[in-house]
Nanobody
Framework: QVQLVESGGGLVQAGGSLRLSCAAS????????MGWFRQAPGKEREFVAT????????YYADSVKGRFTISRDNAKNTLYLQMNSLKPEDTAVYYC????????????????WGQGTQVTVSS
């Protein structure tokens, strides 16, 4: 079992930056693939980014490529999402998730989820 707790959300101006963190417990981050998803009001939860267990490979949704960076610090059992050049359309609740698969991008491929943290980007 893996417990995940997100933090770092808040209000930021368009063009600004924000870093989200996800602290894991119950199982080491190094043993699971980690990812970020987000859900805006009235919309489906969508994939944002994923990172392999070793941290060697990453994968991003087209909407965030070049702006967001996913990383992990296995020693601290923590996942990060660095968000730069934020846009109002990035406003959503962001969730971190863990998967037992080597690579995962679909919601159903992730077994463990955090509670989410709100990110609001103003104009």
């Amino acid at each position: 079992q893996v417990q995940l707790v997100e933090s770092g959300g808040g209000l930021v101006q368009a063009g600004g930056s924000l870093r989200l963190s996800c602290a894991a417990s119950g199982r080491t981050v190094s043993s699971v693939t980690m990812g970020w998803f987000r859900q805006a009001p009235g919309k489906e939860r969508e994939f944002v980014a994923t990172i392999t267990r070793s941290g060697a490979s990453t994968y991003y949704a087209d909407s965030v490529k070049g702006r967001f960076t996913i990383s992990r610090d296995n020693a601290k059992n923590t996942l990060y999402l660095q968000m730069n050049s934020l846009k109002p359309e990035d406003t959503a609740v962001y969730y971190c998730a863990a998967s037992l698969r080597l690579l995962a991008t679909r919601q159903n491929e992730f077994s463990y989820w955090g509670q989410g943290t709100q990110v609001t980007v103003s104009s």
